[in-house]
């Protein structure tokens, strides 16, 4: 059922659109593009040597894959009320589908965003191999939230308006258009203490050839993202009993 409600969400998103998929490669690009144009080319923010294009899209395909899910799982109860009233099934299932199709889409962007490495020529090293570890913390820390989001929105559909602000502010308060060596020494502090920016850095790591995070970071964003996943799974188990009332 879980790969049935994933495989349904894709096909829903790109049913009747011109380009199809072609979509998964062009949002991200777009937006990398506009990133490297301003921040790399106006303001002239280090990127450690890399091309600004591909420090910025590797941020992106991080970011697709947690704005994703969180975005997509707050609303898939709400979206899916109809079958969730009438049909008994684990409600988890549905906000945790999502993660199935963001990640149709990351593997889509991933093998385009390869093409570029070799257009640039450059080469990750081994720390390629240790990005599905990246991805798998990624998508636990998303999905816990996701979780959260989508419960709560059952009852309170203010959700709905304070999910869209609070990734558009993340996504500037995290490290995703620009290198961490941007930001200044007195505010440094604050990007360090964001999970985010942690897993940002090792899926820079691993794409980009740039050099390891601390171990600490390493070994916080592995206990941060068991425990949002597993404070996110209770609190929707708690709150799935009273959906029926207000769904």
């Not at 704005?67 to 008994?88: D, E, F, P, Q, T």
């Not at 965003?113 to 599905?132: C, H, M, Q």
């Amino acid at each position: 059922m879980f790969v049935r409600f994933g495989m349904r969400d894709v096909t829903l998103r790109y049913r009747q659109t011109v380009l199809g998929m072609v979509w998964v490669v062009l949002q991200p690009l777009i937006s990398a593009g506009v990133f490297a144009v301003v921040f790399g080319g106006v303001a002239h923010l280090p990127s450690g040597g890399t091309p600004y294009i591909l420090l910025s899209m590797a941020g992106m395909l991080a970011w697709g894959v947690f704005s994703g899910v969180v975005s997509r799982a707050s609303s898939s109860l709400v979206g899916n009320a109809a079958l969730i009233s009438k049909v008994y099934f684990p409600r988890i299932l549905v906000p945790l589908s999502t993660a199935y199709s963001v990640c149709v889409d990351f593997v889509v962007s991933l093998v385009f965003f390869v093409a570029l490495l070799f257009v640039y020529r450059v080469n990750p090293g081994w720390a390629v191999l240790l990005l599905p570890a990246w991805l798998t913390l990624l998508l636990l820390i998303s999905c816990g939230v996701g979780f959260v989001c989508a419960s709560l929105m059952v009852k309170y559909r203010d959700i709905q308006y304070i999910v869209p602000v609070a990734v558009q502010t993340l996504l500037y308060a995290s490290p995703v258009a620009y290198s961490l060596s941007a930001v200044p020494d007195r505010y440094r502090w604050l990007f360090e203490i964001n999970p985010l920016t942690w897993i940002l850095q090792e899926f820079r790591w691993s794409l980009l050839n740039h050099s390891a995070p601390p171990l600490w970071q390493i070994a916080g964003s592995i206990v941060v993202a068991i425990a949002v996943f597993l404070l996110g799974t209770a609190l929707f188990e708690q709150m799935e009993r009273g959906f029926a009332d207000f769904i």
